[in-house]
């Protein structure tokens, strides 16, 4: 039987390389995303692109609705929808984090909500947020983001739990540094919140950072994502986590070995280059 799945955030980095994968795979699949001429490339390989704003609810209806007319429901839905609001947590104003919230974790929580009664009628479903390593360990400069990560974390399992008697998975997938658009998305909101105020000093050595062949060395492709979001969907058992590419990995159980929060502090300031005191 042909499985439908649906990807939000598509339209580049890891939901394109997911949604390509996928289709490779012999799923039926649906790309969605706000910038519908970025996705002519997936279109090319039979895949359905669809017009989706996570944060419009008619967006998401019509979304939905458009695919279970063509092919009844969503099986497996890909939750990738989501980007980086850094900048010092005093310096970012609050309608900033709340639309942050609204992308990544409340137009994720509608989306779910619709497919979910689909899913649990069928006694099958895969549900696949896409969250990251700052879900369970938070860095400095991104605290709303790292906020709606460990939403989307406590949600998760939440709904795991309570889906489990119907025949329903929600599984995490947690990236680490990827090549794709979101760094620079996240760099550029760094420097226009706090790059001319207290910590403008931190701002130049994210920057070096970012620039440094270091971080290219460390990030990973968005195939590495594509490849874990397959087992997910696929395995007859998917595991409820899974962390990629392997530097995450590394990187987690490092972390996890410190035995303190103003140790693991103290490592990540010396990793950052980040002066102990301004």
Same mark, same amino acid.
């Not at 779910?112 to 938070?138: E, K």
């Not at 309570?162 to 760099?187: C, Q, T, Y």
């Not at 130049?204 to 490849?227: V, W």
């Given at each position: ?51 989706? &704003?996570?944060? &419009? ?17 969503? &099986? ?37 909500? =619709? ?89 130049? =050595? ?58 693991? &502090? ?13």
């Amino acid at each position: 039987m042909t499985r439908t799945a649906l990807v939000t955030g598509a339209s580049a980095g890891i939901g394109e390389a997911v949604a390509i994968r996928l289709a490779a795979e012999g799923f039926r699949v649906y790309a969605g995303a706000r910038r519908l001429d970025r996705m002519e490339p997936l279109k090319a390989k039979g895949i359905r692109a669809l017009p989706l &704003d996570v944060t &419009d609810e008619a967006s998401i209806a019509a979304a939905v609705a458009a695919i279970e007319t063509e092919s009844g429901g969503i &099986d497996v839905l890909v939750n990738n929808a989501g980007y980086g609001s850094y900048g010092a947590v005093e310096d970012v104003p609050l309608d900033e984090a709340r639309r942050q919230f609204e992308v990544n974790v409340f137009g994720l929580a509608a989306l779910t909500r =619709l497919v979910l009664p689909y899913m649990r009628r069928q006694r099958w479903g895969r549900v696949i947020n896409i969250t990251s390593i700052g879900g369970v360990r938070a860095f400095p400069f991104g605290g709303w983001y790292h906020a709606t990560k460990f939403a989307v974390e406590g949600l998760s399992s939440s709904l795991r739990q309570e889906l489990r008697p119907f025949g329903v998975d929600v599984v995490l997938i947690r990236p680490g540094a990827i090549k794709s658009e979101w760094a620079g998305i996240a760099l550029d909101n760094f420097r226009k919140t706090s790059g001319h105020g207290a910590y403008a000093p931190m701002v130049k =050595l994210a920057e070096e950072l970012f620039a440094s062949d270091r971080a290219e060395r460390m990030a990973g492709e968005p195939s590495a994502i594509a490849d874990v979001v397959v087992r997910a969907a696929t395995a007859r058992r998917p595991r409820t986590s899974y962390t990629a590419p392997r530097a995450a990995r590394v990187l987690l159980r490092l972390v996890s070995l410190l035995a303190s929060d103003r140790l693991r &502090d103290a490592v990540v300031r010396r990793v950052l280059g980040m002066p102990a005191r301004l």
